[in-house]
Structures are given as C-alpha cells and as structure tokens.
C-alpha cells in the first residue's frame, strides 16, 4: 500500500507507568527540569517504528502478541541526557537483564514485519525534558521505584499545541 504521510500511524512500543509511578516521575520531572514533558506522556521506549501503514500497524500487533518474558522491577536513580538530541532524562544504574531482553525480542519479531533493525545501542530512560541547552548527568538520585508488569503499543496523535500519546494495545509480562 502506497499510504501518504497523513494516514500514516506514528508508533512505539514502551513501557507505561501506572498512576502512582507517573506521579514520581512527574515529580522527578518538575525537580530536575525546567520544562518537563506533560506528566500524561512520560513513557519509558522499548521500540520505536515511527510512520506506520495500517497494514503494518496490524502485523506489529500480531508479532507483539508472540512476545514471552518475565515482568521485573526498574529502579530509576540516574539522571542523564544526550546534548545534540537536547534531551534530559531519568534512567536506571542498574538494568535488570529482560529489559534489553525483551527489547531485542520485539525488535526481532518486528523485523518479520519489515521493520529496520535498531542500530543504536538500547539506552533505557524515561525523557523528562525536551530543548534542553545542557543537559546533566547525576547519579544516586532519589529511586522511582516501577513494578513493570506489561508493555504496550502507543500512538503519537500531534494535537494544538503539542503531542498527545495514546496506548493502542497492551500485553502482559509473565
Ligand atoms: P523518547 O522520546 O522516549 O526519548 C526515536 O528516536 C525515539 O527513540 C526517541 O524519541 C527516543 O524516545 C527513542 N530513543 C532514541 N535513542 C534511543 C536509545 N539509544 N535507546 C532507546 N531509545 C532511544
């Protein structure tokens, strides 16, 4: 299908915290940051697919069904930031080893898909800010504490006066 950019999906798998977790990071946000990302979007991404066909958002959903890994616990204690993408985020010191598991798992199953392989090593974060001229790096922070129990596939709809993300699909972690 020749599908134009309009009706194209923009998509991404992520981890999506709870209200409570939401809350820390929320709060983590507004400490850290100037101008933090609307609470309602902070996400952790496990995959990001960008411009998406129907057909390809309907093969996503298939393969993310055939996903099989274990839930697990993240502890977000780590500020850190990429300069030339000027962002800010918060991550962990420690990765439990399912995380990049499941990542490299989604990214195979999507590949059946068509999907690209991702190049970039997988950085677990969380963006708290956007446009951020010096972002820093600060460890041994205050722990956001998140059960992770599932994954889910998201939406980024652009809305007046910015972006709204909207979880499609979820599935749970064993
Ligand atoms: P973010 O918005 O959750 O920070 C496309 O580049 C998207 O992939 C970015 O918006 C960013 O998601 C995420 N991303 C970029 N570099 C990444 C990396 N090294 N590891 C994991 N996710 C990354």
């Given at each position: 299908m020749n599908a134009?950019?309009?009706?194209?999906?923009?998509?991404?798998f992520a981890l999506w915290p709870d209200d409570v977790v939401r809350?820390?990071?929320?709060?983590?946000?507004?400490?850290?940051?100037?101008?933090?990302?609307?609470?309602?979007?902070?996400?952790?991404?496990l995959v990001f697919l960008g411009g998406c066909t129907a057909e390809?958002?309907?093969?996503?959903?298939?393969?993310?069904?055939?996903?099989?890994?274990?839930?697990?616990?993240?502890?977000?204690?780590?500020?850190?930031?990429?300069?030339?993408?000027?962002?800010?985020?918060?991550?962990p010191s420690g990765v439990p080893a399912v995380l990049p598991e499941l990542v490299v798992q989604l990214q195979q199953v999507l590949a059946g898909c068509g999907f690209a392989l991702e190049q970039r090593p997988y950085v677990p974060h969380?963006?708290?800010?956007?446009?951020v001229r010096k972002p820093e790096s600060r460890s041994g922070l205050e722990a956001v504490h998140w059960p992770v129990r599932?994954?889910?596939?998201?939406?980024?709809?652009?809305v007046r006066?910015?972006?709204?993300?909207?979880?499609?699909?979820r599935w749970p972690l064993k």
């Open positions: 134009s950019r309009e009706n194209k999906h923009r998509l991404f809350m820390q990071l929320a709060c983590a946000a507004d400490h850290w940051t100037r101008c933090p990302v609307a609470a309602a979007n902070l996400h952790m991404t390809e958002l309907q093969c996503s959903r298939t393969a993310a069904a055939g996903v099989v890994a274990e839930g697990f616990e993240l502890t977000l204690d780590c500020l850190g930031g990429w300069s030339r993408a000027r962002v800010q985020w918060l991550g969380v963006t708290l800010a956007r446009k599932d994954f889910v596939l998201v939406e980024s709809v652009s006066g910015g972006v709204e993300y909207r979880v499609l699909d």
